[in-house]
């Protein structure tokens, strides 16, 4: 084990995905497990196979497409899930397996039912089957901050013996104080007799809001892994948020004796990735990523910045992402111009094609707006689609008047036959979905309307998302312009889409760690 590097375990597609109302299609978590390859991510946990079809299908297509990281997949220490998680796997150029079962008193007796040499029995045999389908596999004790601790250090000294090279102690419940649960990761070291047989993880838990104290706390001790997610997304208050990790051990780097291997000028645009694609925007003074992170509007210190950046930066824009200078194209800016940019942003073009599908759009939002900022392009370039192929639109008018309701008339084209309606509505939002609605005989129940400006001023393009459900489908919808009503029309109809394309999509989760 090389004591010098600190393992960045991604569960974003995962726990991220865990969070009320983040379900991602499977293009979509392609979109993002492409990201966080991009960004040097060590393990990327795909998913949780045994949970559904559309887990598993997605953890596969991620493990055959993804070389760059290792694809990690997620099982209950039961037959039927190792085998799950191993099929999902077999393509995979770098595989491992995760499996877990609880281990604390009150999760043994209360919801497993089994004595302690029973949840040892079943880890061990779960540790075995996994190794004869992969060599790397990962161990975690259920809820191990309430766990006691002999047992804890029996169970995995147990486990390593049987093969797992990784142990994952988990602060489920975000319960621990950082001097705790850095301690606890330094007994359970130093008292597991081949514990220098494996690497020890940790993932925790937001509750209290010390997930990234906590694992930082546990680095200090000894831990060489930490199980984090972009922007902190997570089940109930999150996780460690990988930008957090990875920028403290970069900064703080006297205090710390290990860096990751992840490329810090991916960070910006995975982050705006991950939030435009789960609906859930980045508060603006979100440490690292906020939109104020690395603003300054006191005199004080904007004239201390003036004279020395150092005053009151520690870090560099630049190094996650951000470039000093962010106004800088226009209607009139060239293939040049918008070349350069794209690589001042990090911002990869894969083909001739897809550079200028890329510049056409930016063409025509340039057309809308007098500036375009990097947020608008790197929101162009991450490529979501905002309408499927079978129902586009091919018109929309919404009157407002403050006497009389709000009216829209929308044209859509379904499958090349054009149909139109109208409706009225509380506002004009509303109108014109009322509109789609008399159109689509779809019934679906909005349970999420969310909009975020990508950029400052009344131009600004407006990022909406929608989420819909329909029985026990979940989908988010996205869509981006300088109308915020079209954007609202657009991301209602990238859910419909989705719906239509993807009948047996289950957003159903089974919990995990």
Do not use: W
């Not at 006691?148 to 250090?153: G, H």
């Not at 990735?273 to 003074?285: C, E, R, W």
């Amino acid at each position: 084990m090389n004591k010098d590097h600190l393992i960045i375990f991604d569960t974003t597609l995962r726990d991220g995905e865990q969070s009320p109302g983040a379900s991602m299609d499977i293009e979509e978590k392609m979109q993002i497990a492409n990201a966080l390859s991009d960004l040097n991510v060590d393990v990327i946990e795909a998913g949780f196979p045994i949970a559904s079809n559309g887990d598993f299908t997605a953890v596969k297509e991620i493990a055959n497409s993804i070389s760059n990281s290792r694809i990690c997949a997620l099982a209950r220490a039961l037959d039927k899930d190792i085998l799950r998680a191993a099929d999902a796997l077999k393509n995979a150029k770098l595989s491992r397996i995760h499996t877990f079962i609880a281990t604390s008193p009150i999760h043994m007796e209360m919801k497993l039912k089994m004595s302690p040499d029973q949840v040892i029995e079943n880890a061990v045999s779960a540790v075995k089957m996994a190794r004869e389908h992969v060599q790397d596999v990962e161990f975690s004790p259920e809820d191990a901050g309430r766990s006691d601790f002999d047992f804890l250090c029996k169970i995995i000294e147990r486990v390593i013996d049987a093969g797992a090279s990784t142990i994952n102690i988990p602060d489920t419940v975000g319960y621990n104080l950082p001097h705790q649960f850095g301690e606890l990761i330094s007994k359970i070291i130093q008292n597991v007799p081949n514990s220098n047989d494996a690497v020890f993880s940790v993932h925790c838990h937001n509750d209290l809001g010390l997930a990234v104290s906590n694992s930082l706390s546990s680095v200090l001790n000894g831990a060489r892994q930490v199980e984090c997610t972009i922007n902190g997304l997570g089940e109930r208050a999150g996780n460690a948020a990988l930008e957090e990790i990875v920028m403290t051990v970069k900064t703080r780097r006297d205090i710390f004796t290990c860096d990751t291997k992840i490329n810090t000028k991916k960070i910006m645009n995975c982050s705006r990735l991950v939030s435009s694609i789960t609906g859930f925007p980045v508060q603006p003074n979100k440490a690292i990523v906020g939109k104020n992170a690395f603003a300054h509007e006191s005199g004080i210190h904007q004239d201390g910045i003036i004279k020395s950046r150092e005053t009151y930066e520690i870090m560099r824009a630049e190094d996650i992402g951000l470039v000093s200078n962010s106004l800088v194209l226009g209607k009139h800016s060239g293939r040049n111009a918008f070349k350069q940019k794209l690589d001042e942003l990090n911002i990869q073009s894969d083909s001739d094609n897809s550079f200028n599908d890329l510049f056409s759009r930016f063409k025509e939002l340039a057309d809308k707006k007098h500036d375009i900022y990097d947020e608008d392009i790197i929101r162009l370039s991450n490529n979501i689609s905002l309408t499927g192929d079978d129902i586009q639109l091919s018109y929309m008018s919404v009157i407002c008047d403050t006497n009389k309701k709000p009216n829209a008339k929308i044209k859509l084209n379904i499958k090349g036959e054009e149909i139109e309606a109208s409706a009225e509505g509380d506002g004009a939002v509303d109108a014109a979905f009322n509109a789609i609605k008399e159109i689509i005989d779809l019934k679906v129940d909005l349970k999420l309307y969310s909009v975020n400006n990508i950029t400052s001023g009344t131009d600004a393009q407006g990022e909406v998302t929608v989420r819909v459900v329909k029985g026990d489908l979940i989908v988010n919808g996205h869509g981006a312009d300088t109308d915020i009503v079209k954007a609202s029309v657009l991301a209602y109809l990238n859910a419909i889409n989705k719906i239509y394309q993807n009948p047996d999509l289950d957003s159903k989760k089974l919990s995990g760690i």
